[in-house]
């Protein structure tokens, strides 16, 4: 089933998407970058590593919400399933 989107509005999240994504970037994803790359320890993967002991259960389920989330994403946006 298609859409024609031709003559509605702009949403809100073709407004504030670039906003958001921007500040994800720098508030996350830069200081973390920078913690890692300067060997600090003090970044959100050495804590889930010290938190989270490979191979438990809270492990398993972690990674299979990650999991789940990142395939919903990739068919949502890329090929418009899951509507």
């Not at 509605?8 to 921007?22: A, K, M, Q, R, V």
């Given at each position: 089933m298609k859409m024609d989107?031709?003559?509605?509005?702009?949403?809100?999240?073709?407004?504030?998407?670039?906003?958001?994504?921007?500040?994800?970037?720098?508030?996350?994803?830069?200081?973390?970058?920078?913690?890692?790359?300067?060997?600090?320890?003090?970044?959100?993967?050495?804590f889930i590593w010290r938190s989270l002991r490979p191979n438990s259960a809270v492990w398993y389920l972690s990674l299979g919400v990650w999991v789940t989330l990142t395939s919903w994403l990739v068919f949502h946006f890329w090929f418009r399933r899951f509507r």
């Open positions: 989107i031709t003559g509605h509005d702009i949403t809100w999240g073709g407004t504030y998407w670039p906003y958001w994504l921007c500040t994800v970037v720098v508030t996350f994803l830069a200081p973390e970058i920078f913690a890692l790359y300067t060997n600090a320890g003090n970044t959100l993967s050495d």
